[in-house]
């Protein structure tokens, strides 16, 4: 037995753990034909290695990226290069610039070429002769193509979709190669690796979503990036984060009927004017009926929650925790929707019971939205209590109708008989609450 002293023990301890955690950084494993590899403290699927943009930062001379992204273009065939030439060039010019300044996904789409699972080297040739013709016009496009995916991601959670996902990528796409590369399919699957290759942090960065978990690294490396277009900046809070949509959905379907003609005749809570009680069961209820709390009805939660939102989207956004986007601690959807589930059904299912129950709400496109439950047998005998509400104050708007009454005329004759906030009511008392969020 050879005894070692303290000292190279304890060298030989820590090679070991060095030596688990490099072991560790390439960890990846296959579930279901898919490949996961640990990257940022989390594993991430990592799709069609052959689309992997190959870069070498610590030689930029080989020009990895020119190469490899002509080599993947290529490798898509159809009539890209043909057709399509200045897209090309657009994608090619700005793989090299995401090399030059470092402005790549590193780890997930973009690889070096000791890891690379393919050899483009026998295209070099024809990619450097091709890649002489790029201009700066190719890359400002490229890169408006880049950031436009990156908002498809904020807000849908995919960059590109089955389609060109997005008014502004359809609209971009056209105006630089024409209406007709919106069918082709083979710029569809190009882009599908070309715009997971930008650093998603450092894109939103740029485009000034507050409290992205950025270091003195990328905020250096994108100081070069061009400032996105104004519009861009815009549309951040044009949609809510993906995996918030139900949220604003709620708030302004409410809007929506607040402002809608009969909002002040109607209680919110929806309570019947007949029978006080009829947010408790009917005698003798279906096993479909809910039993109704007025704490169900709650709108300062909402209107609270969707300030946050929009005030901090990238906390809220559904993959915030597993790419590591948020400065702070991202928020738990799957936890915030459990805790506002009854109340999220319930004030959907008043959505829905108000637009079908009143005519000329203005919110009949919302009924197209698949969050609002169908109006049906099934929905009102769940919510009968507040069915019958709605119904009540609807009947007697039909009965001034008849009498050729106009609705402000039939609001001024009806309001007083309102005991308890209207829904009207509840919705201003929010919006003086949150008014810097209507300005």
């Given at each position: 037995m050879v005894l070692v002293s303290t000292s190279d023990a304890l060298i030989e301890v820590a090679d070991s753990i060095l030596d688990q955690l490099t072991d560790l950084e390439k960890l990846e494993y296959n579930k279901k034909g898919r490949k996961y590899r640990f990257v940022n403290n989390n594993f991430q699927r990592i799709r069609e290695e052959d689309k992997h943009l190959i870069?070498?930062?610590?030689?930029?001379?080989?020009?990895?990226?020119?190469?490899s992204a002509y080599y993947i273009l290529r490798s898509i065939g159809g009539e890209l290069f043909e057709k399509y030439s200045d897209f090309c060039l657009s994608v090619i010019g700005v793989a090299r610039e995401l090399e030059v300044n470092g402005w790549y996904e590193e780890g997930s789409s973009v690889t070096t070429a000791a890891y690379a699972k393919y050899n483009p080297i026998e295209v070099k040739e024809e990619a450097m002769d091709f890649f002489t013709k790029v201009t700066d016009t190719h890359i400002t496009q490229g890169l408006n193509l880049l950031v436009i995916s990156k908002l498809n991601f904020l807000h849908t959670d995919h960059h590109i979709g089955t389609k060109l996902e997005g008014y502004y990528m359809s609209q971009f796409i056209s105006d630089y190669y024409g209406e007709d590369s919106l069918l082709c399919h083979d710029i569809l699957v190009a882009l599908k690796s070309f715009v997971h290759w930008g650093n998603i942090k450092g894109i939103l960065?740029?485009?000034?979503?507050?409290?992205?978990?950025?270091d003195e690294a990328l905020i250096k490396s994108f100081e070069k990036f061009p400032d996105p277009l104004e519009d861009f900046k815009v549309h951040v809070y044009n949609r809510y984060p993906s995996g918030t949509s139900k949220y604003s959905l709620l708030r302004k379907s409410i809007d929506v009927l607040?402002?809608?003609?009969?909002?002040?005749?109607?209680?919110?809570?929806?309570?019947?004017t007949a029978n006080t009680s009829s947010l408790t069961p009917p005698t003798s209820p279906s096993e479909n009926y809910t039993k109704l709390d007025e704490s169900f009805f709650d709108l300062e939660w909402l209107?609270?929650?969707?300030?946050?939102?929009?005030?901090?989207?990238?906390k809220y956004h559904l993959r915030s925790g597993v790419k590591s986007l948020s400065a702070e601690d991202p928020v738990n959807l799957s936890e915030l929707s459990n805790t506002y589930s009854t109340h999220i059904d319930t004030i959907l299912a008043f959505i829905s019971l108000y637009m079908n129950i009143f005519e000329d709400?203005?919110?009949?496109?919302l009924l197209q939205h698949s969050k609002i439950p169908k109006f049906n047998d099934k929905l009102i005998e769940k919510y009968r209590s507040m069915y019958d509400s709605l119904e009540e104050v609807s009947e007697k708007v039909k009965s001034y109708k008849e009498k050729n009454w106009d609705d402000e005329d039939i609001v001024s004759r009806l309001e007083g008989e309102v005991n308890t906030p209207s829904l009207y009511d509840s919705v201003m008392r929010m919006r003086e609450l949150f008014k810097d969020d209507y300005e």
């Open positions: 870069i070498n930062p610590e030689r930029l001379d080989d020009y990895s990226s020119v190469v960065y740029k485009l000034e979503v507050p409290n992205i978990n950025t607040a402002d809608s003609n009969f909002s002040k005749l109607v209680p919110y809570p929806p309570v019947s209107y609270q929650l969707c300030h946050d939102i929009e005030k901090n989207p990238i709400t203005g919110g009949n496109f």
